[in-house]
Nanobody, 121 residues
Framework: VQLQASGGGLVQAGGSLRLSCAAS????????MGWFRQAPGKERDVVAT??????STYYADSVKGRFSISRDKNTVYLQMNALKPEDAGTYYC?????????????????WGQGTQVTVSS
């Protein structure tokens, strides 16, 4: 099973990006999914999570009202609006061990390779 993250890039502050995370097969139809961010020299922190059917989501306080997580059969998305320089980092998508999302990286079994987001001020 592979997760392929894409959509990162360089954007000016205030701009938008849409990250995608495609699964190699629809194994995640019953699993929670999450997006995490890691800045250089820092821990990997949760950004947003979504449960198996998309009915429950979680957002870190720093991105509430600006980011939106969604999913379809094989892909999880992270729409990022009003980007700030502090949003920069490597974004990882992950597949949870359960049907629900979690804020803890240890609760995720599968990880994508990461996609870089750079926000210029």
């Amino acid at each position: 099973v592979q997760l392929q993250a894409s959509g990162g890039g360089l954007v000016q502050a205030g701009g938008s990006l849409r990250l995608s995370c495609a699964a190699s097969r629809p194994i995640f139809s019953n699993n929670g999914m999450g997006w995490f961010r890691q800045a250089p020299g820092k821990e990997r922190d949760v950004v947003a999570t979504i449960n198996w059917n998309g009915g429950s989501t979680y957002y870190a306080d720093s991105v509430k009202g600006r980011f939106s997580i969604s999913r379809d059969k094989n892909t999880v998305y992270l729409q990022m609006n009003a980007l700030k320089p502090e949003d920069a980092g490597t974004y990882y998508c992950a597949g949870a061990r359960s049907s629900w999302g979690s804020t803890r990286p240890s609760d995720y079994r599968y990880w994508g390779q990461g996609t870089q987001v750079t926000v210029s001020s």
